[in-house]
């Protein structure tokens, strides 16, 4: 019985961590249940200065326009993660697509 409940306070700080990194590197807690331990994080998108891509697209010979496309289509998307334990224990992430 303690093996069990130190197996599951192991988990549920590998689960704390876990959230704690996510929110220094810029993520926003959600959604969050503790009965069942899990959270949604999520981080808003990268603002693309179109003026300037444009201008480096000109002077590259339109060469940067694949960088360009990339930036508007990846980076400046809303990110969201799950982070959960599941039912043996183990702290997983899972990226959310919506």
Same mark, same amino acid.
């Given at each position: 019985?303690? %093996? !069990?409940?130190?197996?599951?306070?192991?988990?549920?700080? $590998?689960? %704390? !961590?876990?959230? /704690?990194?996510k929110?220094? #590197? *810029? +993520?926003?807690?959600?959604?969050? !249940? &503790? %009965?069942?331990?899990? /959270?949604?994080?999520?981080?808003? *998108?990268?603002?693309? #200065?179109?003026? +300037?891509?444009?201008?480096?697209?000109?002077?590259?010979?339109?060469?940067?326009?694949v /960088?360009?496309?990339?930036?508007?289509?990846?980076?400046s998307?809303? $990110?969201?993660?799950?982070? /959960?334990?599941?039912? &043996?224990? !183990?702290?997983?992430?899972? $990226?959310?697509?919506?």
């Amino acid at each position: 019985m303690e %093996s !069990n409940q130190y197996i599951k306070e192991e988990s549920l700080q $590998k689960f %704390s !961590n876990i959230i /704690a990194n996510k929110i220094h #590197d *810029g +993520f926003v807690i959600t959604e969050k !249940n &503790d %009965s069942l331990p899990f /959270a949604v994080l999520s981080k808003d *998108g990268k603002v693309v #200065d179109h003026s +300037f891509n444009f201008l480096l697209c000109c002077v590259t010979l339109g060469l940067w326009s694949v /960088a360009w496309i990339y930036l508007t289509r990846v980076s400046s998307r809303q $990110k969201k993660i799950l982070v /959960a334990i599941d039912e &043996d224990g !183990n702290t997983f992430e899972e $990226k959310m697509l919506f």
